[in-house]
């Protein structure tokens, strides 16, 4: 068993290795947002493992479902890899996987990257002791220090196994729906220059579907979805020192048909002014005034793998449920 969990991906990392800029930007433009990676600090981490496990929240256990079904084909058609799951949570998933390429390899690695060392370091405490054949260390940081580093030459190949083994990339429970058009096609990039010709790049997406079903996923009756989107002012309370009242927020998701994407709120109901004191921020806010916090993008399966396909990757396969909420996309780089 490694006796060091985890390797963090910048030696200046302290839990967000971010100076607040991006607060600063969100707060104080018109309309104002904040960027999602603010829910994870240990508690938001801990409630968005609670909705995972919602009657109303359906990616989840739809994810798990094709998992469960498929993980074994997806093991054969890669052969033994090293594993790199970006936004790794707690892995519950990913135990599907480990169990598959268990089966065909007598040496794997795992490398969970996640931005909440919490629960990362006791998924990994968990996982070695569940897989003890496994080579498996957490990546401390965020999806864009985690990616530079896999793409950097020194960690590429200091990572990367000496046998030479393959390596794939994995994002799932539709992550990359938080991301816009924009920031997907940059993030694909990341993605291809992170592997060699013949890596593999596995992705969950969460495809449209009606209104209705979308909307209460995301406002669950309850209420550990609206905790969870609160939650993120008390990380910022904590991060910057500051004095936001939660008292004075509502939570609320909608579908903006027109986008595809599920778009999250905190509304504020009364005027008041907020101080972040490290960040040297005043902000004004008034009464019916909302915050957008996250987006969750919903995908069409065949746009997505011409998107794919524009940044080197090809599609090998597609998996969904029955009810086609749901899909994997296996690529390889070229």
């Known amino acids: 068993m490694l006796t060091q969990p985890l390797i963090f991906l910048d030696n200046q990392y302290?839990?967000?290795n971010n100076d607040g800029e991006d607060v600063i930007q969100g707060l104080t433009q018109t309309p104002k947002s904040l960027p999602p990676k603010y829910f994870y600090d240990e508690r938001g981490s801990q409630l968005f493992e609670q909705i995972c496990q919602l009657p109303e929240y359906y990616p989840t256990r739809t994810e798990a479902w094709i998992?469960?079904?498929?993980?074994?084909e997806i093991a054969q058609m890669t052969g033994s890899c090293e594993l790199v799951e970006l936004g790794s949570g707690s892995?519950?998933?990913?135990r599907l996987l480990l169990d598959s390429y268990q089966k065909i390899a007598d040496d794997c690695r795992y490398l969970p990257i996640d931005i909440s060392g919490?629960?990362?370091k006791t998924s990994v405490l968990q996982l070695?002791?569940?897989y003890p054949d496994f080579s498996i260390q957490g990546l401390l940081g965020t999806y864009e220090q985690a990616l530079a580093h896999l793409e950097s030459n020194s960690l590429r190949y200091s990572l990367r196994p000496a046998s030479g083994l393959s390596r794939m990339i994995f994002f799932l429970g539709s992550s990359m729906g938080n991301f816009t058009p924009q920031e997907s096609d940059l993030f694909l990039s990341q993605i291809a220059h992170a592997l060699k010709p013949g890596d593999y790049f596995l992705l969950g997406i969460d495809l449209q579907k009606p209104k209705e079903i979308l909307e209460a996923a995301y406002n669950d009756s309850q209420g550990v979805t609206a905790a969870f989107n609160l939650n993120m002012l008390s990380h910022l309370n904590w991060r910057f020192q500051g004095n936001f009242e939660l008292n004075f927020f509502t939570h609320q998701a909608i579908?903006?048909?027109a986008d595809a994407q599920i778009e999250m709120y905190l509304h504020c109901q009364e005027n008041h002014w907020v101080s972040l004191d490290i960040l040297n921020l005043k902000v004004s806010f008034q009464a019916g005034e909302s915050i957008l916090t996250e987006i969750?993008?919903?995908?069409?399966?065949a746009i997505i793998q011409k998107q794919l396909a524009a940044?080197?990757?090809k599609t090998l396969k597609t998996w969904t449920d029955p009810q086609q909420w749901f899909g994997l996309i296996l690529c390889q780089a070229q």
């Not at 998992?67 to 074994?72: H, I, K, M, N, T």
């Not at 969750?296 to 399966?301: A, G, M, N, Y």
Request: charged share 20%; glycine share 6%; proline share 0%.
């Open 67 to 72: 998992l469960s079904q498929y993980a074994d």
């Open 14 to 16: 302290h839990e967000l």
């Open 91 to 94: 892995s519950t998933k990913t």
């Open 118 to 120: 919490g629960i990362l």
């Open 128 to 130: 070695q002791q569940q």
């Open 296 to 301: 969750s993008r919903k995908f069409d399966l």
């Open 255 to 257: 579908y903006n048909q």
């Open 311 to 313: 940044q080197g990757l």
